[in-house]
């Protein structure tokens, strides 16, 4: 029986990636967006994943016949912000309905058939930015942290119904959102250096991990957040400098 995957934010850079993905692995895959993404082998379902009516029509067009999704993955959200004490009651809202509250509709539509099916895979797509702070983003790293925390809570209240739940949290990954908040390749090399690895992530990347998330060989994987920044939010700054910088600042070379 094939198998039906509901993706949000599908029109993104790792939405777009992620359903491509699940075709490719034989899914039937509906992609949730304002705007139509035009993949092939998608089915595309229009809706404001923050507006409860939509997500429950959208959930529909999924399983027209009843039963149950199978993989529900939640890439919609919204990266935007200041420093706190601009931001505005309204923006705060904004940024948690988009990236909070949509999760909580979509999982919420999708539990009963799952919970009947005795099945079911939920990820999450987080964000490392909940672990390392940026500048003026606090709405969205107050999200991004509640997504993780949501998503063990739902592991424990249902995996008794044998569905999982995961967060995939990426660092920078080159999307055309990323890069268009950058300069150029200067930048893109210094986003290069800012990790261990010296990798940039690449949306197949997290795709990747994603489908692996909700595959039978993740059997015993919930409740666990997989971060993918290729080493950024477990290594100081200062280990990443130059030889030079680091023997001003008293530190042995690489």
């Not at 692995?25 to 304002?34: C, F, I, K, P, T």
């Not at 150029?184 to 986003?191: H, K």
């Not at 992530?201 to 994987?221: C, F, H, K, R, T």
């Not at 477990?234 to 530190?251: E, I, K």
Request: hydrophobic residues 45%; glycine residues 12%.
């Amino acid at each position: 029986m094939t198998r039906t995957a509901l993706i949000t934010g599908a029109g993104g850079g790792i939405g777009r990636a992620v359903a491509a993905r699940f075709v490719a692995d034989g899914y039937r895959v509906v992609g949730v967006d304002l705007s139509d993404p035009g993949l092939p082998g998608v089915r595309f379902a229009r809706a404001d994943v923050t507006v409860a009516a939509e997500v429950a029509a959208a959930v529909r067009s999924a399983v027209p016949e009843g039963g149950a999704v199978d993989v529900l993955v939640t890439c919609a959200g919204i990266t935007e912000g200041q420093p706190l004490h601009r931001t505005a009651e309204e923006e705060w809202d904004r940024v948690l309905r988009a990236n909070l509250g949509s999760v909580y509709l979509c999982v919420r539509e999708v539990l009963p058939g799952m919970i009947e099916a005795g099945s079911g895979a939920v990820v999450t797509v987080g964000s490392v930015l909940h672990r390392t702070a940026a500048p003026g983003l606090p709405a969205y790293a107050a999200a991004k942290g509640a997504i993780a925390a949501l998503t063990r809570q739902l592991a424990v209240d249902y995996g008794q119904y044998g569905i999982s739940f995961v967060t995939v949290s990426p660092g920078w990954v080159r999307t055309p959102a990323t890069e268009s908040r950058l300069d150029g390749p200067d930048d893109l090399e210094r986003l290069r250096q800012s990790n261990p690895l010296r990798l940039l992530g690449e949306p197949e990347q997290i795709a990747d991990a994603v489908a692996y998330a909700a595959s039978p060989g993740a059997a015993l994987l919930t409740g666990a957040e997989l971060v993918l920044d290729a080493g950024a939010s477990v290594v100081s700054p200062a280990s990443l400098l130059r030889d030079a910088h680091r023997g001003r600042m008293g530190l042995p070379p690489l």
